[in-house]
């Protein structure tokens, strides 16, 4: 079966520098997710989109920005990048607004130096 | 605003012992509650939810959770421990009112030993 899609997988940048991740979520599914992950450190939920449309709001800097695509793909856009913006980010996609689970990505393992 | 806490950092166990990992929230609304594993370097798996209907919930490997609404609770159990088991467990809520906000705890790994 089709999984979420997450690329690159491992992406290395210079603070100050700007990064994109993208998702491409399972087919026929209506919301998509974003969350952070440090090290050691819970999932935090950033953003997410139903039907394309940012459907809520969590804990996403001023720096990132995040949209969905008429393909239903997504895009994580992150500016100014900084040391503590290191981590995995995973996305999520799920049917009926997530009522019932969501079906993670592999993650991206962004590395700030 | 809703929150989970799971009180236990680590849970140890020997295999096929049954196994207990404890998980409680808080959420205005009624909740819909869910288990997700993680394997190193990977991303979560979905293990279970509770939605609404019957407190006890039956998921994937074997695994099932317990949601007693009285003590806010939704533990996770699997009567039979595998040592391939061994992993990070997270649980989450989301209220049911409305939103897409999930909330995760933070995690309890589990050993278990052969």
């Known amino acids: 079966a089709a999984g979420v899609i997450q690329s690159p997988r491992h992406l290395i940048k210079e603070k100050r520098e700007t990064a994109t991740l993208k998702c491409y979520p399972i087919?026929?599914?209506?919301?998509v997710y974003w969350y952070q992950q440090g090290p050691g450190q819970d999932p935090q939920f950033l953003i997410s989109f139903y039907e394309k449309m940012q459907s809520d709001k969590g804990s996403i800097p001023d720096r990132f920005s995040a949209q969905q695509f008429s393909d239903y793909h997504s895009e994580l856009n992150m500016s100014s990048l900084e040391l503590g913006d290191s981590a995995l980010y995973f996305c999520?996609?799920?049917?009926?607004?997530?009522?019932?689970?969501?079906?993670f990505g592999p993650g991206t393992r962004l590395t700030v130096t | 605003a809703q929150s989970v806490a799971q009180p236990e950092d680590q849970v140890n166990v020997a295999e096929g012992n049954p196994l207990t990992v404890k998980c409680t929230y808080s959420?205005?609304?009624?909740?819909?509650l869910f288990w997700y594993v993680q394997y190193p370097n990977r991303g979560l798996q979905f293990l279970l939810k509770?939605?609404?209907?019957?407190?006890l919930v039956k998921g994937s490997y074997g695994f099932e959770a317990e949601f007693n609404k009285s003590q806010t609770s939704f533990h996770l159990k699997k009567p039979s421990a595998l040592v391939s088991d061994s992993a990070l467990y997270f649980c989450?809520?989301?209220?049911?009112?409305?939103?897409?906000?999930?909330?995760f705890g933070a995690g309890t790994r589990l050993f278990v030993k052969a």
């Open positions: 989450a809520v989301r209220d049911s009112t409305g939103g897409f906000k999930t909330i």
């Open positions: 087919p026929r599914h209506d919301t």
């Open positions: 999520a996609s799920s049917l009926a607004q997530g009522v019932y689970g969501q079906y």
């Open positions: 959420v205005s609304g009624n909740p819909y």
């Open positions: 509770y939605i609404t209907g019957d407190n």
